[in-house]
């Protein structure tokens, strides 16, 4: 099972839709997790913070399931400026570290269409 | 709001050159990081540094690569010599470590090794 897995998209939706992002991790130690967002050619922007089972933030959802190692991002009527691809990212120990480090899933396309 | 800065934005060299790539982390932030990330391809890590030295490298953080923070601000990278596939995007993060791991990334510096 590869450590951060993500759809990679790319998901097309008109203005206004819901979209919905899954990812899974093989880590079972990981302690956070954390939605980013990275447009073409930039740096990754830290979109969201999941430390229990979820967080909102205005029309951002995300969850968390530790039993069955899963993350979701829910947005809520999409707007043109979310078009970005939207990366999953998993803070944990890996075998044989001494401390935290973030492991990247690949990312997920999001285009929103007019 | 206070954010990372890194320097150059481009850099172009010849394979086997030496190129040194420069960071200013936030300023209390004590967890600074390197990432990679080759075009099309999800980021990954290089090197955390805290308390003056490295906490974690990964297996592509080999010998041809140093970090540094020589004057108590500046945060560098450097690779001795470069090769063709070190070409790729390089983000600073700079973070709070540990179990949140909350981590900021600057606007990363494109290399492109001829």
């Known amino acids: 099972r590869k450590e951060v897995e993500q759809d990679p998209g790319p998901f097309n939706v008109p203005e206004g839709a819901t979209v919905a992002f899954n990812c899974t991790y093989s880590n079972s130690a990981s302690q956070s997790f954390f939605w980013y967002r990275q447009d073409c050619r930039k740096e990754p922007k830290l979109l969201m913070s999941v430390y229990s089972s979820g967080n909102e933030d205005g029309r951002f959802t995300a969850q968390l399931n530790r039993a069955s190692q899963y993350i979701s991002l829910l947005i809520r009527d999409s707007k043109l400026s979310d078009s970005a691809t939207y990366l999953c990212?998993?803070?944990?120990?890996?075998?044989?570290?001494?401390?935290?480090?973030?492991?990247f899933g690949k990312g997920t396309k999001l285009s929103v269409i007019p | 709001e206070p954010e990372v800065t890194q320097t150059p934005s481009h850099q172009v060299t010849q394979m086997g050159q030496e190129v040194i790539l420069r960071c200013v982390p936030i300023s209390n932030h004590l967890y600074f990081y390197w990432y990679r990330q080759i075009l099309g391809q999800k980021v990954e890590f290089l090197v955390s540094?805290?308390?003056?030295?490295?906490?974690?490298k990964s297996e592509i953080f080999d010998d041809q690569f140093s970090v540094e923070r020589p004057d108590g601000s500046n945060f560098t990278l450097k690779i001795r010599s470069t090769k063709l596939e070190d070409s790729a995007m390089y983000f600073c993060?700079?973070?709070?470590?540990?179990?949140?791991?909350?981590?900021?990334f600057g606007p990363g510096t494109r290399l492109t090794v001829l």
């Open positions: 540094f805290y308390n003056n030295e490295i906490s974690e």
């Open positions: 993060a700079t973070g709070t470590g540990g179990q949140y791991n909350e981590q900021f």
């Open positions: 990212v998993v803070n944990a120990i890996p075998p044989g570290a001494g401390s935290y480090q973030l492991t």
